[in-house]
């Protein structure tokens, strides 16, 4: 509800308005706020950008982990030392107390995201089916055929693409176990906004595995649950690089912060920009 919507493609209809929202991508962390003010236009008077912030008054917590998905892969050993160095700078450095947290709804992220984003609106009105997005010219998509296509070489889609497809239809023939985590799913959006409130910053890995080989996804096409989470509970989130991996690829952190409380993590990632480099050269080109 503060950068418009304007000019996507496809539009989203439905719940999907309130789920789907740009951000700025940058290079450095202090030119994000900048872009975001831009982006926002009027919208920007929601946030609370102007407010200085004291890291030393930030409750920080700190979940390692969903709680163990079947749908996800376990996290990285790197990424999880990478986020404990930087909660050992932060409570060694600006002497807080990094509280850690273990949240057992987040364990079902992938599934409440696949209920909310097929929800209805307060007016009754049901979100564009993914599949039907998928057709061309408004033919909609038969996911099982397209997935017996795909087995020869013949779909134009990609496996998580179907895959998704296949998920959509499923939760459609189960609209009691759809309603179920819906309710989860407002039920985690309130759990989130009262452990975080107007001064808490939560941590937590932006994908369960380091930068993945090309085609590799496929294996897992459900790990984007980690971020796709905060898309539909609502609430503001800034990624921050932490260096590189053994193997030279980008490790990083989520930073969340409960609504419209972005400057809380636009603040911290400035702060970890300087402690840990932020953006390094990946290798030469």
């Given at each position: ?236 989130v800034t990624q921050c690089p932490l260096g590189l991996s053994s193997e030279g690829l980008p490790l990083g952190i989520q930073l969340v ?29």
């Amino acid at each position: 509800g503060v950068v418009p919507n304007d000019g996507q493609f496809p539009n989203a209809r439905g719940v999907r308005t309130s789920f789907l929202c740009t951000g700025p991508m940058c290079r450095y962390a202090e030119d994000l706020e900048p872009m975001l003010r831009v982006m926002a236009g009027p919208g920007v008077n929601k946030l609370k950008l102007n407010e200085k912030v004291s890291l030393e008054k930030v409750k920080f917590h700190c979940m390692d982990h969903d709680g163990g998905s079947i749908f996800v892969s376990p996290v990285d050993k790197e990424i999880l030392q990478a986020q404990k160095k930087v909660v050992e700078h932060l409570e060694g450095e600006l002497g807080v107390q990094v509280r850690r947290v273990a949240i057992h709804k987040m364990k079902y992220s992938f599934q409440i995201w696949s209920a909310m984003m097929s929800s209805k609106d307060s007016d009754g009105q049901e979100a564009q089916l993914f599949t039907d997005l998928l057709g061309d010219h408004g033919k909609p998509v038969w996911p099982l055929w397209e997935l017996m296509k795909w087995l020869v070489g013949m779909s134009s889609h990609t496996l998580p693409a179907i895959a998704l497809g296949l998920t959509e239809k499923l939760m459609k023939l189960n609209p009691g176990g759809n309603a179920k985590l819906v309710s989860m799913g407002k039920s985690l959006q309130e759990e989130m906004e009262a452990l975080l409130g107007p001064d808490g910053v939560l941590l937590y890995p932006s994908h369960p595995t380091i930068a993945p080989r090309h085609h590799s996804p496929i294996c897992m096409p459900f790990n984007f649950a980690y971020t796709a989470i905060f898309n539909v509970l609502g609430l503001p989130v800034t990624q921050c690089p932490l260096g590189l991996s053994s193997e030279g690829l980008p490790l990083g952190i989520q930073l969340v912060a409960a609504s419209y409380n972005d400057h809380l993590t636009l603040a911290v990632a400035r702060y970890l920009e300087k402690a840990f480099g932020g953006w390094v050269l990946p290798g030469k080109v």
